[in-house]
């Protein structure tokens, strides 16, 4: 069974930065092949994708774009997402997300509070 431990989330400034984390374990099949990807979640509204990767590739929210950076670490299993100048509208609960062997697995959420 994969666990995703997500930290990293807190209060910050509007343009100001955090880091997510989401690290994986539990699971001999975890790979540098899975789709990663970073969610969220505004109270009142859906969940929606910020950011995913797979090998090389990467796709990013048209809101987000030019401002986060995800990222991993394939030896720590862990993938990670840059957030710079962020916006009051950034804020949410942040979810991790895995694909391992066709299979999605989640993080608990990290929850982001932006100031203005």
């Known amino acids: 069974q994969v666990q995703l431990a997500e930290s990293g989330g807190g209060s910050v400034q509007a343009g100001g930065s955090l880091r997510l984390s989401c690290a994986a374990s539990g699971s001999p099949f975890i790979s540098s092949g899975d789709v990663m990807g970073w969610y969220r979640q505004a109270p009142g509204k859906q969940r929606e994708l910020v950011a995913n990767?797979?090998?090389?590739?990467?796709n990013y929210a048209e809101s987000v774009q030019g401002r986060f950076t995800i990222s991993r670490d394939n030896a720590k299993k862990t993938v990670y997402l840059q957030m710079n100048s962020v916006k009051p509208e950034d804020a949410g609960v942040y979810f991790c997300?895995?694909?391992?062997?066709?299979?999605?697995?989640w993080g608990q959420g990290t929850q982001v509070t932006v100031s203005s």
């Open positions: 990767m797979y090998v090389k590739t990467t």
């Open positions: 997300m895995r694909r391992v062997r066709g299979h999605d697995y």
